[in-house]
C-alpha cells in the first residue's frame, strides 16, 4: 500500500461555522488516537494535514472498518471493506449503511507491493452528529404537515430521530447512574457494607438504551417521524430525568441518615482510641525513664567493675612482687643456712684439733717439756673462739 489519504464519507455532510466540511478525525477538533499497535511509528500523524509527517506500520503486522460507542470494547460494529487502490493520492469510501459511533478502528489487512513498511497520510471522516440531525428534523418537521412529511421517503438514509436524540440523552442518564453508583461505593464503605432500604432500591436509575442507527434507516424509507414526535421523547427524557433525580435526592438523603446514626459511633470509637493512646503514650514515657535509669546504672556498675578489675590488677602486680621476694629470702635462707653448717663444721673441726693438741701437750707436759706451756696458749685461744663461734651460730639460728 503506497502513501495515500482515506476520506470515510458519512451523508450527509455536516458544516463548520465557516461553512467548510467537518472532519471529526481532525486533531483541532478534538480527535485524538486511543491506541494502536506497538509496531506502527507515528499512529496520531494520521490526524494531520502535514504530509511531511505520516503513519509508518509494518505490512507484515495487519481494510476494513470497525466502529463503537465506547472504549475499550469487546463487540465492534463493522461498517466495511474498502480496497485502496495503489496511487498516493486522497481516497474516499463511502459508507453503504451509515452508524452511530464515537470511536473508530481501523484494520489494515493486505498491502499493494513488497515493501516492508505500510504508510497512511491521514485519515479524514465526515458526516453529522446526532444533536445537528435532530435540529434538522425539527425545522423540517416544524415546517410540512404531518401527512406529507410521512409520505416523504429519506433521501440521507440516516438514522431515525429516536436515535438522534438516544446518544445525548445516554449521557445524561449515564452520568447520573455514576453519581449514584459512587453514592453507593462511599455508603457501603461508611456503614460497614450496609445496603439501602429495599424501598429506596426498588427504583434503580437506568439509561435510554441506544437503537441501532442502521434499522432506522430502513425503517425511515417509508416516512419521516414528524416533529411533535420529538417533543414528546424530549417530555419523556425529562420526566426520566426528573424520576431519576427524585431517586438520587432519596438516596442521598438516607446517605445522610445513615452517616448521622454512624458518625456517633465513631466519634465515641475516635474517643476511645484517644484515651488508649494516651495511656500508651504515658506508659512508653514510664518505660522511657526507667531504661534511662536503668542504663545509669547499667553505666555505674561497669565504672565500678572497671575500678575493681585495675585495683585486683594491682594486687596481683604486687602479689606477684612479693612472691618473687619471699623465694628471694628462701633461697638466702638456704643459702645461710649452708653457710652456717660450713661454719659449724669447720669450727667444730678446729675445735677438735685444738682439743686433741691440748691432750698431746698435756701429755707431753707430764713427762716434763718446757716448750709446751708456750704452744698450748694459742690452741686454747683457737679452741675458745671455734667454741664462741658454734655458740653464737647455734643460738642465732
Not at 4 to 27: K, R
Not at 169 to 186: F, H, L, T, Y
Not at 205 to 219: C, F, L, N
Amino acid at each position: 500500500m503506497g502513501e495515500h489519504q482515506v476520506d470515510l464519507l458519512i451523508s450527509p455532510i455536516g458544516l463548520s461555522l465557516d461553512g467548510t466540511e467537518y472532519n471529526y478525525a481532525s486533531a483541532s477538533k478534538g480527535a485524538k488516537v486511543v491506541a494502536h499497535n506497538k509496531e506502527a511509528k507515528g499512529a496520531t500523524n494520521i490526524l494531520g494535514k502535514d504530509h511531511d509527517k505520516y503513519l509508518r506500520n509494518p505490512c507484515s503486522a495487519g481494510g476494513n472498518c470497525l466502529a463503537s460507542l465506547i472504549y475499550p470494547t469487546e463487540t465492534w460494529a463493522p461498517l466495511g471493506n474498502f480496497v485502496a487502490a495503489n496511487v498516493k493520492h486522497a481516497q474516499n469510501f463511502k459508507l453503504h449503511e451509515p452508524k452511530w459511533a464515537r470511536y473508530l478502528k481501523l484494520n489494515l489487512l493486505s498491502h499493494h507491493g513488497s515493501k516492508f513498511y505500510c504508510t497512511l497520510s491521514v485519515l479524514e471522516v465526515y458526516g453529522i452528529d446526532a444533536i445537528e440531525r435532530m435540529l434538522e428534523d425539527f425545522m423540517v418537521a416544524s415546517g410540512e404537515s404531518a401527512t406529507n412529511k410521512l409520505q416523504i421517503p429519506n433521501s440521507t438514509a440516516m438514522p431515525s430521530l429516536k436515535a438522534e436524540s438516544s446518544p445525548s440523552d445516554q449521557k445524561r442518564d449515564g452520568e447520573v447512574q455514576n453519581v449514584v453508583e459512587d453514592a453507593d461505593k462511599g455508603i457501603e464503605s461508611i456503614n460497614d457494607g450496609q445496603r439501602l432500604n429495599s424501598d429506596v432500591m426498588k427504583n434503580p436509575v437506568t439509561a435510554s438504551p441506544i437503537p441501532d442507527p442502521g434499522t432506522e434507516v430502513r425503517q425511515q424509507s417509508n416516512g419521516r417521524i414528524p416533529g411533535d414526535s420529538v417533543l414528546k421523547i424530549l417530555l419523556q427524557k425529562v420526566r426520566s430525568l426528573e424520576l431519576n433525580l427524585s431517586v438520587l435526592e432519596e438516596y442521598i438523603i438516607e446517605l445522610n441518615r445513615r452517616q448521622g446514626d454512624v458518625l456517633p459511633g465513631l466519634d465515641k470509637e475516635l474517643s476511645k482510641i484517644s484515651l488508649l493512646l494516651e495511656e500508651s503514650k504515658t506508659e512508653i514515657k514510664d518505660l522511657l525513664g526507667w531504661k534511662e535509669s536503668m542504663e545509669s546504672r547499667i553505666t555505674d556498675l561497669e565504672s565500678w567493675k572497671a575500678a575493681v578489675s585495675s585495683r585486683l590488677d594491682a594486687v596481683v602486680r604486687e602479689n606477684s612482687m612479693l612472691r618473687l621476694d619471699v623465694e628471694k629470702v628462701l633461697s638466702d635462707q638456704v643459702s645461710l643456712e649452708n653457710k652456717e653448717l660450713v661454719v659449724l663444721v669447720v669450727s667444730f673441726f678446729f675445735a677438735c684439733v685444738a682439743i686433741l693438741n691440748l691432750v698431746s701437750k698435756r701429755t707431753m707436759m707430764f713427762f716434763g717439756s718446757s716448750k709446751v706451756c708456750q704452744t698450748s696458749r694459742g690452741w686454747i685461744l683457737i679452741l675458745v673462739s671455734c667454741s664462741m663461734t658454734i655458740f653464737i651460730t647455734l643460738l642465732c639460728s
